[in-house]
């Protein structure tokens, strides 16, 4: 049965929960395919008990190597059109890409998948026609899962699913993440590659080692800064509001002196008091929020009342976190505090809490 892809989001975020509760307990390969692996194409739409659809061991001859077989293959017409190398919950996918790579040029097949009930990572042939390419052009990990991956995992469901769409995108959507990836990691430790060729953009004077040791901080904080404003303008578009960042009222907390010497508040600390209050806007009346700093942890209360905190932001030299008043004060490490809407289906619960 054909589903649409936010029934599929909520499907796939249900099985991420059962990842995060089984992994630990499953042991085998067998183990992971039964109770992870097969769930995951049910989800999509295919009949995983009927083998003329879903073929386990599936026979795919290698060289002078015969009867070598496959984990999975999803047939069409008794044509293999997806190929699935199935491995252990507890099995780093990056030094297992090989079998996959075998089987991959002896059948028909346009696409392979390896898995290890956690990670998926689909590979197509984009470098070299019918030879399987090197690195995946699309991959997610469902205890991870983001709502925009769902677009793409959308594809694979059974009655979506057609070749030559996919195979069309597939080449944008590698570069786009090379692209991602590249841009992510230049933001939080720019090469001096990468500052030289902004000073050529921004500055007159010769880049010599000392400018460009001087400027990279400088350009860390500019891509942070403009990230933030795009996400902060994105955040009010989506919800819906002419209030801006700025219109955020930031309440003023009563300290006392001594206190007030030793605390300083920082801009990342208010950005993820904005951000929480924007996260927050159609849960509670934003009069209600407020924050209390203190030396260890930037706290985020409601109703001015430390006893109804609901996040504690922690920042250092080596890492960025926060943790959520919940049952367990789950612990999220983050990158940039913008980071903190994201996790917006285990905040809020918490809100509700004070309602």
Request: glycine share 2%.
């Amino acid at each position: 049965m054909k589903m649409d892809s936010e029934t599929l989001l909520l499907d796939v975020k249900k099985l991420g929960e059962r990842v995060s509760t089984l992994k630990d307990s499953i042991a085998t390969e067998e183990a992971t395919k039964t109770s992870l692996i097969m769930p995951f194409f049910q989800l999509l739409g295919y009949d995983v008990f009927n083998p003329l659809e879903f073929s386990p061991e599936y026979i795919a001859d290698v060289g002078i190597k015969k009867g070598e077989k496959v984990d999975y293959a999803i047939l069409n017409n008794n044509n293999p059109i997806i190929l699935i190398e199935a491995k252990s919950i507890k099995s780093d996918l990056k030094k297992n890409d090989s079998q996959l790579f075998r089987y991959f040029g002896t059948t028909t097949t346009k696409f392979g998948i390896l898995t290890n009930g956690n990670e998926y990572r689909f590979y197509t042939d984009l470098e070299e026609p019918n030879k399987m390419d090197k690195t995946p052009f699309f991959s997610f990990v469902l205890t991870e899962i983001k709502d925009v991956q769902i677009s793409e995992i959308f594809k694979f469901q059974k009655e979506n699913f057609d070749v030559e769409n996919i195979s069309k995108a597939a080449s944008d959507l590698k570069y786009l993440n090379f692209v991602k990836e590249f841009l992510t990691k230049e933001v939080n430790d720019p090469s001096e590659e990468f500052v030289k060729f902004i000073l050529g953009e921004i500055y007159d004077g010769i880049k010599t080692k000392v400018i460009i040791d001087k400027f990279t901080p400088v350009v860390k904080r500019g891509f942070r800064q403009f990230i933030a404003d795009q996400v902060n303008s994105k955040l009010n578009a989506a919800l819906n509001t002419s209030v801006s960042v700025e219109e955020l009222e930031v309440p003023q907390v009563e300290a006392n002196a001594e206190e007030e010497e030793d605390i300083i508040t920082t801009e990342a600390e208010i950005e993820a008091f904005t951000t929480t209050k924007l996260l927050l806007k159609d849960t509670i009346d934003t009069s209600r929020i407020f924050y209390r700093d203190n030396k260890s942890y930037f706290n985020i209360i409601i109703d001015n009342n430390i006893r109804k905190w609901v996040l504690r932001l922690y920042m250092n030299n080596a890492r960025t976190y926060f943790v959520i008043n919940d049952e367990e004060k789950t612990t999220i490490e983050i990158v940039d505090v913008i980071d903190i809407f994201n996790h917006a289906d285990k905040i809020i619960p918490v809100v509700e809490r004070y309602l």
